[in-house]
């Protein structure tokens, strides 16, 4: 079974700092591209950041640049996502998911964005 096991969440305060981990089992990790999506109460889900493999192209939103990084270790088949300079408006339900990496990574910006897998969400409170 494919897994992707997302974990790192928490509650922090505003201009605090989180790393997310997602945890890939069950495919073959360096064929497919990795990324971060989230989803707000009442909002849809967007794409924060993707990782592809093996040319490590990396995509970020707008809100994410400057602030996030996203990285992959393959000896552990696990992406992180290191969230600095948080704010109130980042709260959300953190997803991982994975698409195959011929498809590239600008895919993470679409309205919607379709993966193959997804993993459970870690959510992430930021306080004011």
């Known amino acids: 079974d494919v897994q992707l096991q997302a974990s790192g969440g928490g509650l922090v305060q505003a201009g605090g700092s989180l790393r997310l981990s997602c945890v890939v089992s069950?495919?073959?990790?360096?064929?497919?591209?990795i990324g971060w999506f989230r989803q707000a109460p009442r909002k849809d889900r967007e794409g924060v950041s993707c990782l592809s493999n093996p040319d490590s192209d990396a995509w970020y939103s707008d809100s994410a640049k400057g602030r996030f990084t996203i990285s992959r270790d393959n000896t552990k088949n696990t992406v992180y996502l290191q969230m600095n300079s948080l704010n109130p408006e980042d709260t959300a339900l953190y997803y991982c998911?994975?698409?195959?990496?011929?498809?590239?990574?600008?895919?993470?910006?679409?309205?919607?964005?379709?993966?193959?897998?997804w993993g459970q969400g870690t959510q992430v409170t930021v306080s004011s």
């Open positions: 998911g994975a698409k195959r990496s011929l498809y590239g990574t600008e895919w993470c910006g679409l309205p919607g964005p379709v993966v193959e897998y």
């Open positions: 069950g495919i073959t990790f360096a064929d497919y591209t």
